[in-house]
Every structure is written in structure tokens, then in C-alpha cells.
């Protein structure tokens, strides 16, 4: 099983990224797909989660900027990012859960900087 994400880079604060994670590899069914991340000398923190059903959950940093999303069909995930702050810097990881077992992406660095 491989996730590959996409869409990092650098952005002007106010600015927005989107990030994509494709899953590849897997045959069965995703039941969660989400986003955590990691700032520099800091643990890695959860971000948003939706369910297979479309259900969501934001941390409480993001929410109201980001905006979570997936394709079933693609087994992809995306996250929308509005309204961006310098303290948004991180390495962005996805992760899906599936009845047997849980999966990270490699992920890809969102830089938020003048």
C-alpha cells in the first residue's frame, strides 16, 4: 500500500494550497481518511478526518480554513487550506484507516512565509 501527497510548497500568508493523497496498492475498503501534521521540533498533531460516509472533524486550529474531502472511487483525499498562517508550517501527512490496519503517507511541507 502506497500514499502519495501532493501539493505542498510555499504560499504567502492569506493564501491558499490544496493537497491531494492518493492511495494505491490497496484493494478493500477505506473506512477513514485524514490529515495530520508536523512543525519543526514538534509532535504531529491530527488536522481533519472524513469518514467513508462523508463525515467530518477539524482540530480546532483549521477549522472554518480547511476543508477536507475525498474520492471514494479514486481512493483520494484532499485538503483545502484558506486563509493561511505562518503557523501552518508543517510537513502534512495523510493517513487512511482500513479494518486491517492503518497507513501514512510520506508527506509533503507546507511553507507559510512573506
Known amino acids: 500500500v502506497q500514499l502519495q501527497a501532493f501539493g505542498g510548497g510555499l504560499v504567502q500568508p492569506g493564501g491558499s494550497l490544496r493537497l491531494s493523497c492518493a492511495v494505491s496498492g490497496f484493494v478493500g475498503r477505506i473506512n477513514f481518511m485524514g490529515w495530520y501534521r508536523q512543525a519543526p521540533g514538534k509532535q504531529r498533531d491530527f488536522i481533519a478526518v472524513?469518514?467513508?460516509?462523508?463525515?467530518?472533524n477539524y482540530a480546532d486550529a483549521v477549522k472554518g480554513r480547511f476543508t477536507i474531502a475525498r474520492d471514494n472511487a479514486a481512493n483520494t483525499v484532499y485538503l483545502q487550506m484558506d486563509d493561511l498562517k505562518p503557523e501552518d508550517t508543517a510537513v502534512y501527512y495523510c493517513n487512511v484507516g482500513t479494518s486491517a490496519d492503518n497507513y501514512w503517507g510520506q508527506g509533503t511541507l507546507v511553507t507559510v512565509s512573506s
Open positions: 472524513v469518514t467513508r460516509g462523508g463525515m467530518t
